[in-house]
């Protein structure tokens, strides 16, 4: 891990009070879940008083800040950092690793994706390729944004059915994200994917999806040259991690909303058509 030391221009005292103020708890409110007098939070926020390192940690986990940014909360108190951040590919992540590969390759035929903080793709499994046939070969240079490869007029935007709902659930997350985290990497992707002009038609009318389907989850309806594919799709993260890389990985993962669906996923990686 590299030098640390330049990240947090401001006083950790002011830190703690803007996350405070971002997770939109009083003083009060804060000091309670600490199990902690008003007094001495208002004496951490002002920089009357200086916390250790154990507090520091504590009240990070009330706030549930980013190992990431808990990272830069020490450094600005003078203390060293405290959780690693590793390549995927270091020895060290090997249990993550698989678990991750497990994951990914047990839900075939049906795709199934890792994604870091950043919407960036680390993994897919081998039902993803085929869904990106036709998309423009920039967007599939690495490092691949997700956002940007589905809402681009180039991506996979003009395959998907039911674009403007499933634009407002991708916007909408990524929003939720920023909230949490004020990440400034994604407040310009925010920025650039809700300039993209929406794509021309396809053409294709949209059938009514399942009501069932309907009334729980936006599903992604995507056209293909096997018909409309409709999937729902389902997040899952590592519980309590310790580094930094793992703590930031999110598994997405497709599940087909209907038969048909299903069985051309099942057809396609047997061998049909892709």
């Known amino acids: 891990m590299g030098d640390m030391s330049s990240l947090s221009p401001q006083p950790v005292g002011h830190l703690l009070r803007e996350w405070r103020q971002r997770r939109r708890l009083s003083q009060l409110d804060l000091a309670v879940e600490a199990n902690i007098s008003t007094k001495h939070l208002s ?4 920089g009357r008083s200086a916390p250790s ?10 706030l ?7 990272n830069i909360l020490l450094v600005a108190a003078g203390y060293a950092p405290s959780f690693p951040e590793r390549s995927l590919d270091d020895p060290a992540l090997d249990a993550a690793r698989q678990a991750i590969n497990l994951v990914l390759t047990g839900h075939e035929p049906y795709p199934a994706l890792a994604i870091d903080c950043h919407w960036t793709l680390m993994r897919a499994n081998r039902a993803v390729p085929p869904l990106l046939v036709g998309t423009d070969a920039a967007l599939l240079q ?16 003009p395959r998907i059915a039911n674009y403007r709902e499933w634009r407002a659930h991708l916007l909408a997350r990524l929003r939720r994200q920023i909230e949490l985290s004020a990440d400034p990497v994604l407040v310009e992707l925010l920025r650039e994917v809700t300039e993209y002009p929406p794509p021309r038609s396809t053409g294709t009318s949209q059938p009514a999806r399942p009501r069932a389907v309907a009334e729980v989850v936006v599903p992604l309806q995507l056209t293909t040259d096997d018909g ?18 793992v703590s930031e990985v999110a598994l997405e993962s497709f599940f087909p909303a209907d038969a048909v669906t299903a ?3 099942r057809r396609r990686l047997a061998g049909g058509t892709a």
Do not use: C, K, W
């Open 43 to 46: 004496f951490l926020e002002t």
């Open 53 to 62: 390192r154990d507090m520091l940690l504590h009240l990070a986990e009330q």
């Open 64 to 70: 549930a800040i980013p190992l990431r940014e808990q």
């Open 142 to 157: 690495p490092p691949v944004n997700v956002v940007r490869l589905s809402l681009h007029p180039a991506g996979l935007a």
């Open 228 to 245: 409309l594919l409709s999937f729902i799709s389902t997040t899952t993260i590592f519980g309590t991690p310790r580094d930094i890389t």
């Open 263 to 265: 069985e051309t996923m």
